[in-house]
């Protein structure tokens, strides 16, 4: 069981209070990702989740027992950090043997505790590797290995696929969310990469300077943003935020409209000029100057489309899919 529960928990540094009184409940086999541009609290939450900090005040409860004063060896969790920290002097086998052999595990257990995670991760053939023989996709599994033999409540992921090349990001990411669905083991992942938290997670908690601004399903967050920093920080390309008379004849102060919602037509009510045109063959992004709304609108167009740097475009945002804000920036219903 893994469920994780934060009832009133805060954070401070001398004077400074990093984690206002925050309340959220991870539900025991859910994938949740904490998200959020840098410095807005979402790594300090995970280390106090894990015990590597203390709270300031509040409780933080795993499967109803407070574990708030629990040292992070008893709290059952297994944290899995940016940097893989692994022993280069000893093989795959031995680096994911040893939490298990300071544990004092029996040798025939721990054989089989290797040979279920080696398989689930695909490192059976590597387990006499060192380290310094490994990818770096290979060394980061290496490390999830040596959390999986823990048979912990909850793994916790510090940012773990940041020092990986953009193809082998996409691929882990796809083989974290694998092994998820093989544990059903609570998963809590911190990142900056909102389209990590989108294509992974169960739940997404959006963070700004330690205050929850929002938690839900990825589509929840990206159909109704709570406010204009969830609207600006959810997706990809960005939603364009519009004021002005635009917004105002829509009864709203700022409006939204994602990329993918602005159709290219031959008379709609917006027109521009393409400055640059990103074609990526499944997609292309028109950058749209000139239009009177904002200094940029971001235009996804579905496959290759004729238009470069120059050409003049009119468009249509389709209508039900316009996010509506009032003037604190909060959504209108």
Not at 20 to 42: A, Q, R
Not at 89 to 113: C, L, T, W, Y
Not at 176 to 188: P, V, Y
Not at 217 to 233: D, K, Q, T
């Amino acid at each position: 069981m893994g469920k994780i529960t934060l009832e009133k928990v805060t954070k401070s540094f001398g004077d400074v209070n990093v984690i206002p009184p925050l309340d959220l409940t991870i539900e025991d086999g859910e994938f949740c990702v904490f998200v959020g541009p840098s410095g807005c609290g979402k790594s300090t939450l995970l280390r106090l989740i894990a015990g590597l900090e203390d709270i300031s005040s509040g409780a933080i409860k795993i499967d109803g027992n407070d574990a708030s004063n629990t040292p992070p060896a008893k709290r059952g969790l297994a944290m899995v950090f940016q940097s893989y920290a692994l022993y280069p002097h000893m093989s795959v086998r031995k680096n994911i043997a040893f939490p298990m052999k300071m544990a004092g595990v029996p040798q025939e257990e721990q054989d089989k505790r290797i040979a279920a995670a080696a398989k689930a991760l695909n490192l059976t053939d590597y387990l006499d590797r060192r380290p310094g023989q490994l990818s770096g996709g290979q060394r980061q599994r290496v490390a999830i290995g040596r959390a999986i033999v823990r048979e912990p409540a909850a793994f916790l992921f510090d940012e773990p696929l940041s020092n990986l090349d953009a193809a082998l990001r996409v691929g882990m990411r796809m083989e974290i969310g694998e092994l998820h669905a093989k544990l059903q083991t609570t998963m809590i992942y911190v990142t900056h990469d909102q389209v990590e938290a989108m294509t992974m997670a169960d739940k997404i908690v959006v963070l700004r300077a330690g205050n929850i601004e929002q938690v839900g399903s990825p589509l929840e967050l990206y159909r109704a943003p709570r406010n204009l920093f969830v609207a600006g920080f959810i997706g990809s390309p960005k939603m364009n935020l519009i004021e002005g008379n635009a917004a105002q004849q829509h009864g709203a102060t700022t409006i939204g409209v994602r990329p993918e919602h602005i159709d290219i037509t031959d008379s709609g009510p917006w027109t521009g000029t393409v400055g640059v045109a990103e074609h990526l063959g499944s997609d292309t992004f028109l950058h749209v100057h000139d239009t009177g709304l904002a200094e940029t609108v971001t235009v996804r167009a579905t496959g290759e489309v004729g238009f470069k740097h120059g050409d003049k475009v009119t468009l249509a945002p389709r209508e039900d899919l316009i996010h509506r804000f009032d003037r604190d920036g909060l959504r209108v219903a």
